[in-house]
């Protein structure tokens, strides 16, 4: 499957932005799918995922401000992003994979990748 994410900007804290994640190539009601970030100097890291089996998981961080969801007929995935504050920075990557563990939340497990959004928030 391949990935191809929109949507990012620049907010100030407090505001929202949506990212969009356009599947093309298979189905993407059959693939685990996830959004990582990786801001300057850090290591990705795991913000939500919808599993396989339509169940969800979210960072502590973001829990409560944002949402994850998929669209079918669009085969895209969404990522609602509220309250953002400035640690929110970071540059956001859709991941799908295939696996059929229950759950995926490390970036080493997934094996198709878009290419990034950046999302800015300023104090």
């Known amino acids: 499957v391949q990935l191809m994410e929109s949507g990012g900007g620049s907010v100030q804290t407090g505001g929202s932005l949506t990212l969009s994640c356009a599947a093309s190539?298979?189905?993407?009601?059959?693939?685990?799918m996830a959004w990582f970030r990786q801001a300057p100097g850090k290591e990705r890291e795991g913000v939500t995922v919808?599993?396989?089996?339509?169940?969800?998981w979210y960072t502590n961080s973001v829990k409560d401000r944002f949402t994850i969801s998929k669209d079918s007929t669009k085969n895209s995935l969404y990522l609602q992003m509220n309250s953002l504050k400035p640690e929110d920075t970071a540059m956001y990557y859709c991941a799908a994979d295939l696996s059929t563990s229950f759950w995926l939340l490390q970036a080493t497990q997934y094996n198709s990748w878009g290419q990034g959004a950046q999302v800015t928030v300023s104090s």
């Open positions: 919808v599993n396989r089996y339509g169940m969800t």
């Open positions: 190539g298979d189905t993407i009601n059959r693939y685990h």
